[in-house]
């Protein structure tokens, strides 16, 4: 069975080799975590937000193969990934995440690189969603389809969530169950109203001589990853220890279900016509069988949605620039927090991000950001068999029950994946994304450089267990 640490109020760090000491209390205790709830939603608006841009897994493969995807996706996938943060996570928690998992397991500089792709990938991500909010609107208001209206429109609303994120993390996580129930209630009435009409027979339609696999695996894989980006809140977050590995838990049935049910009635309920199924279509389906009304509620529900995982996507990628800067990676103003406990700098810089991103096309900033996201991946899946290798005995507050084989063997299928998104991969997203890595590499001695010279000031809390002192005090501990 997983392994729990039960103490209810109070967070011990999971240390490398040291059982007794725990960290001294932070400043920032005052400040109100995130309790079980509202982290189920920020998960889910992390990985999902509900149906909306499924619809090019039909256009790309057809029902069967759409509704395939989305059943065995999640255990090649999603649930390797969920399972990993849940041990990883409490096994350090701290804001900052699978970049100081990275980092314990294989060194500073591999961990600021993941720092990088992760944070890099999120903003890519984020630059989505004002797109994404006004291309579901604009079928009502016709101004917003382009020209200075969209892009005034994109600004406002990229401000006034920006605004909000700064104001509180537990006020994003409350908005994030508004948002949520309001975004999945549509599919559930969208659901019902189908029952009569459905014809199981047009859910086994496949034709597998007309599939556009990059596609395919693109849109499965966009729909169904970043579980870990919760990791870089655990600090923020109530009991971190029991809350994380059971709100992913509740997340993953959580989005498994808000993809198949609306694939399902959607398919199952209207004829075929996979060149209609793109993004938006969920509302042509919602008019077809419930009427105009339903049409603008899923309109709005999409708007909603958009809005949330803008919210959820931005704080984690800051609350990650502050979790580096504790660690001493970035310098000490990233850690500075607002009289709100959020990371001013990290809000700041993530939201410039989005600005400067939001040019690029749908399918661009799909393919890309999943392309820096499978290499940050990778180092995660090394960091965890590795920390199960190097640190068998190493306090677990949550462990999955498999050892070091079946940690391994855990990695393989998720890794075949990543390589089959990369091997699809087109020659300009490879190339873009390749000068981002390079990047990075040069990032981390020139930030290492302004260090030393005093150019600006880098600090590791005192609030953090010294990760490097605590490999060495493990090694001894085994050796006697």
Known sequence: MSQYNNNNNEVHYSTVGVDDESPSPKATDKIRKVSMLPLIFLIFYEVSGGPFGVEDSVNAAGPLLALLGFVIFPFIWSIPEALITA???TMFPENGGYVVWVSSALGPFWGFQQGWMKWLSGVIDNALYPVLFLDYLKSGIPALGGGLPRVAASLVLTLMLTYLNYRGLTI????AVLMGVFSI????VMGLISIPQLEPSRWLVMDLGNVNWNLYL????WNLN??????TLAGEVENPNQTLPKALYYGVILVALSYIFPLLSGTGAIPLERELWTDGYFSDVAKAL?????RWWVQAAAATSNMGMFLAEMSSDSFQLLGMAERGMLPELFAKRSRYGTPLLGILFSASGVVLLSWLSFQEIVAAENLLYCVGMILEFIAFVRMRMKHPAASRPYKIPIGTVGSILMCVPPTILICAVVALSSLKVAAVSFIMLIIG???HPCLKHMDRKKWLKFSISSDLPDLQQETRECQETLIR
């Not at 693109?218 to 894989?221: C, D, M, P």
Request: cysteine-free; charged content about 5%; aromatic content about 24%.
């Open 87 to 89: 041990e990883m996570g």
């Open 172 to 175: 994003v996580g409350w908005a």
């Open 185 to 188: 209630l549509p599919f559930a």
């Open 218 to 221: 693109n849109t499965l894989f």
């Open 226 to 231: 970043y579980w870990d980006s919760i990791s």
């Open 290 to 294: 419930g009427g105009a009304w339903l």
């Open 441 to 443: 590499f040069v990032m």
